[in-house]
């Protein structure tokens, strides 16, 4: 029962990761999100999560390297997002 249950929650984290509100983000969110959400377990997840709960220009901002970002957002997940580099796909 566990695993489905946290199947189905990495598979609305994903949709949501997908869905942020500007392309930039859905495209970085999303593939992130493909690439490492299975590995996951709850505690990354939880990390996920509060980052999906972030207003998108203040994560966004974090990526680039435009601000700092803040202790109380600091975590290994946010590290690996940060590490990530989209490569664009065909098509």
């Known amino acids: 029962m566990q695993d489905t249950s ?3 929650r990495r598979r609305k984290l994903n949709f949501r990761a997908w869905r942020r509100g500007f392309r930039e983000m859905d495209l970085l969110m999303g593939s992130f999100a ?25 994560v966004y901002a974090w990526l680039i390297g435009q601000t700092p970002v803040p202790d109380n ?14 490569a664009a796909q065909g098509g």
């Open 34 to 58: 493909d690439e490492h959400l299975e590995a996951y377990q709850a505690e990354e997840l939880d990390e996920f999560e509060a980052l999906l709960g972030v207003p998108d220009w203040e």
């Open 6 to 8: 946290i199947d189905t």
């Open 73 to 86: 957002h600091r975590g290994p997940v946010l590290d690996q997002l940060i590490a990530f580099r989209y």
